[in-house]
């Protein structure tokens, strides 16, 4: 058992050995080996502490799981996420949290996002979720450019909007939002300011992939962003 600097031994359910370093020992890969002998190893498993409820609010200037997967991401100065127009327009920064989503019903991803006025360029901000690939992935947010809030899928190349509906939205204004995923009826419900905007029924399980946030062709502001069983 490995947690930060220090080490346990455990042998059928006792400690043996314990050791702290000077040092973290949790930053590499870990296996099994041997030393001038044959070993016969079986019912080898790594496993960590759940990540959930996940929380990042970037004010140490750092976004630790974040993967940064496609575009610029930057902490800035103020503490916030920026993602900046990405390759063919698309800009993720996800945490691999799947692993800790088997066997949930119910996931609630939270997050502020703003977006900004950069000419030539769209104005959108979503939170990205059920992400399998670059190419593969859900999403729900903000389309101020067009006054609409919107949720769907990006696949293969493909925007695809599920669900709309049209609103002013004001650029450079942080809105809270709210994704509520219910796996036992596939649906995805979005919420801003606590109020709900859409919902749309899916055919099969969203906790498939990673969770994160997204922009289309923009560059957009984030804060707060959080991962909570419900």
């Known amino acids: 058992k490995v947690n930060g600097n220090t080490v346990d031994v455990i042998l059928d359910g006792v400690q ?3 050791r702290a370093y000077g ?26 502490p759940s990540l959930l409820p996940y ?14 997967n496609l575009g610029t991401w930057v902490v800035n100065g103020a503490g916030r996420y920026v993602g900046k127009k990405g390759i ?3 800009t993720v920064s996800v945490v691999p949290i799947e692993d800790d989503l ?12 703003k977006t ?12 990205v979720y059920d992400y399998i690939d670059e190419n593969n992935f859900k999403f729900a947010g903000l ?48 919420f801003v300011n606590g109020v709900e905007k859409l919902s749309y029924q899916y055919l099969g399980n969203l906790l498939n992939g990673d969770m994160g946030l997204g922009t289309k062709n923009a560059d957009s502001v984030f804060d707060n962003f959080q991962i909570v069983s419900a």
């Open 16 to 18: 043996k050995i314990n």
């Open 143 to 190: 389309w101020d450019g067009i006054d609409q809030w919107k949720m769907g899928r990006y696949k293969n190349g493909q925007w695809i909007f599920n669900a709309s509906l049209d609103e002013v939205i004001d650029t450079d204004v942080e809105y809270n939002l709210t994704v509520r995923i219910d796996n036992t009826t596939f649906t995805t419900t979005l």
């Open 88 to 90: 063919n327009g698309r």
């Open 55 to 68: 929380s990042e609010n970037f004010d140490d200037g750092v976004d630790d799981l974040f993967q940064r």
């Open 23 to 48: 040092s973290s020992i949790a930053d590499g890969e870990v296996g099994i080996g041997n030393r001038a002998t044959d070993t016969v190893f079986d019912d080898f498993r790594v496993s960590r």
């Open 116 to 127: 900004r006025e950069v000419l030539g360029q769209g104005k959108n901000a979503f939170i």
């Open 102 to 113: 088997v066997g949930l019903d119910v996931i609630e991803i939270n997050a502020t996002a």
